[in-house]
């Protein structure tokens, strides 16, 4: 696809499952980030790939989040014993290297943990 | 550290006024770029302008300026024109050379009044 693509659009979980949000980047995009957005705030950075390692993973909260990216492409965001606090909006962006390259975003995972 | 502030949580602007919606940030790169993002009730984040920091002229698109004080540290955005379909979440961000991630700032709430 021309875009970045992220699956499910919507999720909803009940407290304590894992889950699993796909992101499939613009294709010859290097860099991958995942933010994750609560309501009427700006996205929160979790982590940031170059390639298929992770360049910085310093925004993940705590050690429920995972992510990985094995190919260099495709990345899934993973977390366990899901909490109702994670609930909010998780966006994936791609982008080539470069100051002038800017952010191209997906339209985002909506989790809501109940 | 790294660091975005957006102070206007909310704006107004009569339809076809220009509106100016501040940007300031905090980074010891010396090279970084500047980005403002549109996203609208439909959660999509829209890339609109962007401003590299050793740019000698202000960035234009369209009617989106950018008000770039390096000195300052601050990269305003300059909406002409306002149009309805204008109302939205603006947010700024910053990518410095090292690291190579986008930081965001909380964003403006821009409503365009008919």
């Not at chain 1, 919507?10 to 949000?21: C, F, P, Q, R």
């Not at chain 1, 989040?65 to 962006?93: H, N, W």
């Not at chain 2, 984040?45 to 004080?69: K, V």
């Amino acid at each position: 696809g021309a875009g970045v693509s992220q699956t499910p659009s919507n999720k909803v979980t009940e407290k304590g499952k894992y889950v699993e949000l796909r992101c499939d980047p613009i294709s010859g995009h290097t860099a991958l980030y995942w933010y994750r957005q609560s309501l009427g705030q700006g996205p929160e950075f979790l982590i940031y790939f170059q390639g298929t390692g992770a360049a910085d993973d310093s925004g993940l909260p705590n050690d429920r989040f995972f992510a990985v990216r094995p190919e260099g492409s495709v990345s899934t965001l993973k977390i366990q014993r899901t909490e109702r606090g994670d609930s909010a909006m998780y966006l994936c962006a791609s982008s080539t290297d470069g100051l002038r390259s800017e952010a191209f975003f997906g339209q985002g995972t909506r989790l809501t943990v109940v | 550290a790294q660091k975005i502030t957006q102070t206007q949580p909310g704006m107004f602007v009569q339809e076809k006024e220009a509106v100016t919606l501040d940007c300031t940030y905090d980074t010891s790169d010396p090279s970084y770029g500047l980005f403002w993002y549109k996203q609208p009730s439909s959660g999509e984040m829209i890339f609109l302008i962007y401003q590299g920091s050793y740019d000698q002229q202000n960035a234009t698109e369209g009617r989106y300026s950018l008000n770039f004080q390096k000195a300052r540290k601050s990269a305003n955005l300059v909406i002409s024109a306002s149009q309805l379909g204008d109302s939205a979440m603006y947010f700024c961000a910053m990518r410095p050379l090292t690291g190579n991630q986008f930081y965001f700032g909380t964003g403006t709430s821009l409503t365009v009044i008919p």
